[in-house]
């Protein structure tokens, strides 16, 4: 078997080519998949995100999620602010060191889990694929994420 000969390179410029496009498309619509899917649980993407990250590891700092979820303070206070006010979560000071704040998980925000347990299997029936089939292209996704991250930064 010969190989392909590889396109022409201004071929490289069109839109439906960069997987950077590919990569947005596909998280707004996957942000718009999910809208109905959290409504009854009172939560908005990024506020599920943040419930994901503690229903994983309760008791975490607010520099903590907000490395795990790759948003700033500016954009983290005011989502956490929100689970706090709907009764989700509290925000405690650590008594180890004042400075830092511990969101805890209340009763609500726990029992909100079992709720949020049917998302992922709705999720994967709308995109057409098996768990397992989800669970694989996001770790591909996580291995090109941590490989831009590391890499030196690209001249032009």
Not at 24 to 50: C, D, H, N, R, V
Not at 68 to 84: F, I
Request: charged fraction near 20%; glycine fraction near 6%.
């Amino acid at each position: 078997m010969g190989s392909r000969p590889s396109p022409p390179p201004d071929t490289w410029l069109q839109l439906d080519r960069q997987l950077c496009f590919a990569l947005y498309a596909t998280s707004l619509a996957m942000t718009k998949l999910y809208k109905p899917l959290l409504e009854p649980l009172g939560l908005t993407y990024p506020q599920y995100l943040a419930m994901l990250v503690l229903w994983q590891q309760d008791g975490i700092t607010v520099s903590q999620i907000g490395e795990r979820l790759a948003l700033d303070s500016g954009t983290l206070t005011p989502l956490l602010k929100r689970l706090e006010s709907v009764g989700l979560v509290q925000r405690l000071r650590d008594s180890a060191d004042e400075r830092r704040v511990l969101l805890q998980l209340t009763a609500e925000g726990r029992a909100l889990r079992k709720q949020a347990l049917k998302v992922p299997a709705r999720i994967a029936q709308a995109a057409g694929c098996q768990l397992d089939e989800l669970a694989s292209l996001t770790a591909r996704l996580h291995a090109l994420r941590a490989q831009l991250q590391s890499s030196p930064p690209v001249a032009a």
